[in-house]
């Protein structure tokens, strides 16, 4: 679950969530708006 305050996964909690993004566009991973791009580093080393 991303927050308590959505109401179903699919939901964006407000425009801060992150999305880790392909290089066709697709979505990847989504981080909740509290998460620092630091602490998903590792994801994003393993797609390039």
Known sequence: M???SVEK????L?????FL???DGGT???YAPVVEPK???QDIEAIL
């Open 9 to 12: 996964p699919s939901d964006i």
């Open 21 to 23: 993004i392909s290089r």
């Open 28 to 30: 990847i991973k989504r």
């Open 2 to 4: 991303i927050s308590k």
């Open 14 to 18: 407000w425009n801060f969530t992150k």
């Open 39 to 41: 602490d998903f580093e």
